[in-house]
C-alpha cells in the first residue's frame, strides 16, 4: 500500500510519499517527498484571514502534491493543516476553496491533535523512555507533549511559533538584547501556568522536533568541530536524527546568532533558510526548556507528517488483518480499480458504526446487511477509475464484473446497487435495475444506501477523522447523530446526502462539537 501525506504550516508546506514496509505494522519505505516554502504566515490581512495571494501560494503547492503523488501511484494525498489555517477566521472556507481549485482538501486540525501525531512521529525516529516531553516549535505554534512508551498523555498547544514571534518581538538588525528578553519573558509568562504538566523529572528524555530545532543540531555540530562532539550522532543538515545538545549550547548559539545580520547567518551551517526566522524561533525554544528544567535535548527529524503516515498506514493493515476471505476479495478489487483505500475504509467503518447504532436503536438489521454494507462501502467509488461523471453507476458496473470471491451472484448484485445509489439519485420505481430485485431486496437496498449516503457524506473531506458518539431517536421518529472529529465539510456531506436517511428512518440532525 502506498500513502502521501502532507502538512501546511504557517512557513512552508510538506508533502511525503511512502509505502507499507512489509512485515512491519506502521513501518514505511519514503519514496519521494516535496518541501514548498508557501510562507502563509506572510499573506495574512489585518483580520488575520488568509489572503487571496496565499490562496494562489496553498493551490499552487497543492496542487503540486497531487501532480506527484498521481504520478507514484497514489490516488490522493492526505493533507492536514496546522495553525496558518487553524486560526485564520476564513480557515474552513478557504480549505473548502481549495478542494474546488486543486481536488485536495486541507482538513485543519486543532493545536493538540497535531502534538499527538507529532509525538507518534517523533517515536518512529528516536528511541523514547518511559517518560519524555517533546516540543515541536512551528511557524504560528509550539506544541508541548508529555507521554510514554505507549504514545502521547498530555498535549498543549500554545500561538508561539517562530514566524509569530518574530513579527511580534524581533525587530532590529541585528537583533538587540531587549528584544530577545522581551520575547523570553513572553515565552515565559504563556507557559508558566503550564509548566508543572510538563516539567522534567528525573529520567526525562525531551525531544524536539521542527526545522529549527534541526538546523540548531546542524549549527551545534559545526560548532563543536569537524567530527562533532560526544553524542552528536550527525554531521549537518541531512543527518541530525538523534543529535543531543545541552540547554547551554543552543543558549550560546542563540547569542551568537542574535549578534548577526541575515546574511551572516545564512552562511551558518543548518541554518541558511531560517536566517530570518531564526533567533525568535531559538529564543523560544530557548526560553521554553529553561522553564521546564531541561538540560539536554534530543532532535528528532520524524514529526506532523511522519505520525500521520505511521497512522494511516497502522489503521490499514489492522483493518486488513481481520477482513475475512470474502472481505479480502473486496479489498483486493479495491486495489486492482485504484480506489481511494483510506476512505473506503473510512466510509465502511462509519457505515457499520451507524448500521450496529441503528440496530441498537430497534431497526431490524442482520449479518448479510453488514456483510453487505461493508462491500460496498469499500468498493462505492471504484468507478472513479472510468471517469468522475457518471462514477456511481461505473461503479455498479465494475462490481458486477469484478468476480468478487465469496459472493453469491445475488448478494454482488445487492453490493453493486448499493454503490449506484452511494450518491445522486436514490432507488426508484422508474430504475429498471432496481425493480428487477424482489420486494425483500428491494427495502433492503434502500435501507443500506440510506446509511451509506450519510457514510460517505462524513468523510466528505477524506480526512477519516470523523466518529460517531452516539445515534439517538426522538419521540417524533427524528434522529439525532452525534459526531467527532469531523471538518465543516464532512458535516455539510452527511447533511446533504441525509434525504434517503429522512425518507427511510426519519428526519436526521447532526450534532458536532
Not at 233 to 261: I, Y
Not at 468 to 493: H, K, Y
Not at 494 to 505: N, Y
Request: charged share 25%; with cysteine; net charge neutral.
Amino acid at each position: 500500500m502506498r500513502v502521501a501525506v502532507a502538512d501546511v504550516g504557517t512557513n512552508s508546506s510538506h508533502l511525503l510519499i511512502a509505502e507499507a514496509a512489509q512485515g512491519d505494522a506502521g513501518g514505511f519505505r519514503v519514496l519521494d517527498a516535496l518541501k514548498d516554502r508557501t510562507r502563509l504566515g506572510e499573506c495574512l490581512d489585518g483580520l488575520g484571514n488568509l489572503t487571496p495571494e496565499g490562496e494562489d501560494r496553498l493551490a499552487s503547492a497543492l496542487t503540486r502534491f497531487r501532480e506527484l503523488a498521481s504520478a507514484a501511484g497514489v490516488a490522493e494525498v492526505h493533507v492536514y493543516a496546522t495553525s496558518a489555517l487553524r486560526e485564520a477566521p476564513n480557515g474552513a472556507e478557504v480549505a473548502g476553496r481549495m478542494l474546488a481549485r486543486t481536488g485536495v482538501y486541507p482538513a485543519i486540525i486543532s493545536g493538540e491533535r497535531e502534538g499527538e501525531l507529532t509525538y507518534l512521529g517523533a517515536a518512529h525516529a528516536v528511541e523514547l523512555g518511559e517518560d519524555n516531553v517533546l516540543l515541536d516549535l512551528g511557524g504560528g505554534s509550539l506544541e508541548f507533549v508529555r507521554g510514554d512508551g505507549q504514545g502521547p498523555r498530555d498535549v498543549l498547544s500554545l500561538p508561539l511559533g517562530g514566524i509569530r514571534m518574530t513579527g511580534a518581538f524581533i525587530r532590529s538588525e541585528p537583533a538587540a538584547r531587549r528584544e530577545v528578553q522581551a520575547l523570553a519573558d513572553a515565552v515565559r509568562a504563556a507557559l508558566t501556568p503550564y509548566a508543572e504538566r510538563f516539567r522534567v523529572r528525573p529520567g526525562t528524555r525531551v525531544v524536539l522536533s521542527s526545522g529549527t530545532a534541526e538546523g540548531a543540531a546542524a549549527a551545534i555540530v559545526a560548532r563543536r568541530g569537524a567530527g562533532g562532539g560526544a553524542g552528536s550522532g550527525g554531521d549537518g543538515p541531512e543527518g541530525v536524527n538523534g543529535v543531543s545538545f545541552t540547554v547551554a549550547e543552543l543558549g550560546a548559539l542563540l547569542e551568537h546568532v542574535r549578534g548577526l545580520k541575515a546574511a551572516a547567518r545564512a552562511r551558518i551551517p543548518g541554518l541558511e533558510r531560517r536566517a530570518e526566522t531564526v533567533v525568535a524561533g531559538l529564543a523560544t525554544l530557548h526560553a521554553a526548556l529553561t522553564v521546564l528544567g531541561a538540560s539536554e535535548v534530543t532532535v528528532s527529524e520524524g514529526a506532523l507528517r511522519e505520525g500521520m503516515l505511521i497512522e494511516e498506514l497502522s489503521r490499514f493493515q489492522a483493518y486488513r488483518s481481520v477482513l475475512s476471505a470474502r472481505q479480502r476479495s473486496v479489498l483486493g478489487t479495491a486495489e486492482r480499480f485504484g480506489a481511494n483505500l483510506s476512505h473506503s475504509r473510512q466510509v465502511a467503518a462509519l457505515s457499520r458504526a451507524l448500521l450496529d447504532a441503528l440496530h441498537a436503536a430497534g431497526e431490524p438489521v442482520d449479518h448479510e446487511d453488514r456483510s453487505l454494507l461493508t462491500a460496498a462501502g469499500a468498493l462505492h467509488e471504484v468507478g472513479q477509475i472510468v471517469a468522475q461523471s457518471a462514477h456511481h453507476k461505473h461503479s455498479a458496473y465494475l462490481i458486477r464484473h469484478a468476480e468478487l470471491r465469496g459472493f453469491s451472484p445475488r448478494e454482488i448484485e445487492l453490493i453493486a446497487q448499493l454503490a449506484r445509489y452511494h450518491r445522486k439519485s436514490p432507488p426508484k420505481a422508474s430504475h429498471a435495475e432496481f425493480m428487477a430485485l424482489g420486494a425483500g431486496d428491494r427495502d433492503r437496498v434502500t435501507r443500506l444506501a440510506a446509511v451509506l449516503r450519510v457514510a460517505d457524506g462524513l468523510d466528505r473531506s477524506h480526512a477519516g477523522a470523523a466518529r460517531l458518539e452516539g445515534l439517538r431517536r426522538a419521540a417524533d421518529g427524528s434522529w439525532e447523530l452525534s459526531v467527532s472529529g469531523v471538518t465543516p465539510l464532512d458535516l455539510a456531506g452527511a447533511r446533504d446526502k441525509a434525504d434517503l436517511w429522512a425518507r427511510v428512518f426519519g428526519p436526521l440532525t447532526l450534532r458536532a462539537p
